[in-house]
C-alpha cells in the first residue's frame, strides 16, 4: 500500500534510507522528546549525516539535487517516528527554497552547503502579531540605509528560530503598498538588533521550539536581501507551494503511525472473548482510516510530482494536499485514540501524542481554512468583498 507506482529508484532508496534512520534512531527518543520538550539536536545530527538535510539542495552545492517528491518521502517516515523532530526538518525546506530559487550566486555559496551539511539549520519567519493569514499585511519595516537594511518590528510563531543559524524573514519596504511592499531577507541572529522572544508552550509538537523575533535597528547587510524589493510575496507563495505538500507529508506520517497502532492494537486487546478487531465496528473504523491515510499519500505524492516536472501553477494541488492529509490526519488519530479507549487517553500509549501533535497540521503553513480559499480562488470562484 505504501509503494506508489511512479517512485523512481532515487525516490526508494530516500525512502529507505529515511525510514531505517527514522525507526531505528528516532522513533525510541520521541516520547522523551515530548514529555521533557527536548530539542532533538541528535536526531537532527543523524539526518545530516545520512545527507538527508540537503535533499532539495543542488548537487553544486553539496546536496543531493533531488526534488519535492523525495523530500516527502523523507518527512513522512521522519513523522512516523517523531513529529517534533519532522517539522524541523520539514522548515529547513520552507526557508532553504527560496535561497534555492531566488538567491544569489554568492547568498547560495555562503548558505546552502551548510544546511545541505546540517551543519546550520534555518528557520522561515513570515507572521506577526496582526498578520497571520493575511500576510500583506505585515507591519515590520525594512528601511534602506547606505548598504543596509534597518528591520523592525516583532515576527511570531518561528518554528526553529531559536537554534536557527540564518532565518529567511520577510518585511515590507513600503507599509501602504500591501503585499506589493513584501521583501525577503537572509537574517542571521548575530546582527545587530536581532532579539530572541517568548518561547511557546505548546499543546503537539513539543520539541519544536516556536519563538517570537523582536527586531529593533536591526541591521541587515544589503548582500543579504533575498531577491528584488517589493518580491518577497511572490518569493513566500513560492516557498509555500513547495512546502505545504511536505506539511501534508508530515501529516500522512502522523496518521500512518496512529493507523499502525491502533491496527496492532485492535489485534491484541480482547473483549468478549475475541480479539476487538474481529468486531465489524471496530474494523469498519480501522478500513476508513486505511483508506484516508491512503487517499492523502497519493494527494500528497501527486503535487510534489508536478513541483518536480516544473509545473507552472501549482497552488490548488498543493493547498489540496495539505488540507486534505491534515484534515485526515486528525480524524485518523481521534480514531486510533478511540479504537485504545481509556488507554489511549494516557500517556502510557503513543496515540495521544500523535492525536496532538496532527492538530498544528491544520494550522501552520496557512490554515485549512486559508487553503479552501486558495483552492476556491484556483477555481474560478470570486474575491470577498
Not at 42 to 60: F, N
Not at 139 to 162: P, Q
Request: glycine share 10%; proline share 4%.
Amino acid at each position: 500500500m505504501r509503494d506508489a507506482f511512479w517512485l523512481g529508484e532515487d525516490e526508494r532508496q530516500t525512502r529507505e534510507l529515511a525510514r531505517a534512520v527514522a525507526r531505528e534512531r528516532i522513533a525510541p527518543l520521541a516520547a522523551q522528546v515530548d514529555e521533557t520538550e527536548s530539542y532533538p539536536a541528535e536526531q537532527l545530527r543523524l539526518l545530516g549525516d545520512q545527507g538527508l538535510m540537503g535533499l532539495y539542495v543542488p548537487e553544486a552545492y553539496g546536496g543531493a539535487g533531488l526534488g519535492a517528491l523525495a523530500f516527502c518521502l523523507a518527512v513522512e517516515e521522519i513523522a512516523w517516528a517523531c513529529a517534533s523532530t519532522a517539522v524541523i526538518y520539514l522548515v529547513q525546506y520552507a526557508a532553504g527554497y527560496p535561497l534555492v530559487s531566488h538567491g544569489t550566486e554568492a547568498q547560495k555559496r555562503r548558505y546552502l552547503p551548510r544546511l545541505a551539511s546540517g551543519e546550520v539549520t534555518c528557520a522561515l519567519s513570515i507572521s506577526e502579531p496582526g498578520a497571520g493569514s493575511d500576510a500583506g499585511s505585515m507591519t515590520t519595516t525594512a528601511v534602506r540605509h547606505g548598504d543596509r537594511y534597518v528591520l523592525n518590528g516583532t515576527k511570531m510563531w518561528v518554528t526553529n528560530g531559536s537554534h536557527a543559524s540564518v532565518l529567511t524573514l520577510f518585511a515590507t519596504v513600503d507599509r501602504g503598498s500591501g503585499h506589493k511592499g513584501v521583501t525577503a531577507f537572509l537574517v542571521e541572529p548575530a546582527f545587530p538588533g536581532f532579539a530572541l522572544g517568548k518561547l511557546e508552550r505548546k499543546l503537539g509538537i513539543r520539541g519544536s521550539p516556536t519563538v517570537a523575533i523582536h527586531l529593533a535597528d536591526c541591521e541587515v547587510p544589503v548582500e543579504n536581501r533575498l531577491g528584488g524589493e517589493g518580491e518577497g510575496f511572490r518569493v513566500a507563495l513560492g516557498a509555500l507551494d513547495h512546502s505545504r505538500p511536505a506539511v501534508g507529508a508530515q501529516a500522512v506520517g502522523i496518521a500512518q503511525a496512529a493507523l499502525d497502532a491502533a491496527v496492532a492494537y485492535a489485534k491484541e486487546r480482547s473483549q468478549f472473548g475475541q480479539p476487538i478487531a474481529a468486531f465489524q465496528g471496530i474494523q469498519f473504523m480501522l478500513a476508513d482510516m486505511a483508506m484516508a491515510v491512503h487517499a492523502s499519500r497519493l494527494m500528497v505524492h501527486h503535487a510534489a510530482a508536478l513541483v518536480d516536472r516544473g509545473a507552472t501553477a501549482t497552488s490548488m494541488e498543493s493547498s489540496m494536499a495539505k488540507c486534505f492529509a491534515s484534515d485526515a490526519a486528525m480524524r485518523v488519530t481521534t480514531d486510533a485514540v478511540q479504537v485504545f479507549g481509556g488507554y489511549g487517553y494516557t500517556r502510557e500509549y503513543p496515540v495521544e501524542r500523535f492525536m496532538r501533535d496532527a492538530k498544528i497540521t491544520q494550522i501552520y503553513e496557512g490554515t485549512n481554512q486559508i487553503q479552501r480559499t486558495v483552492i476556491a480562488r484556483e477555481l474560478g470562484a470570486p474575491r470577498p468583498l
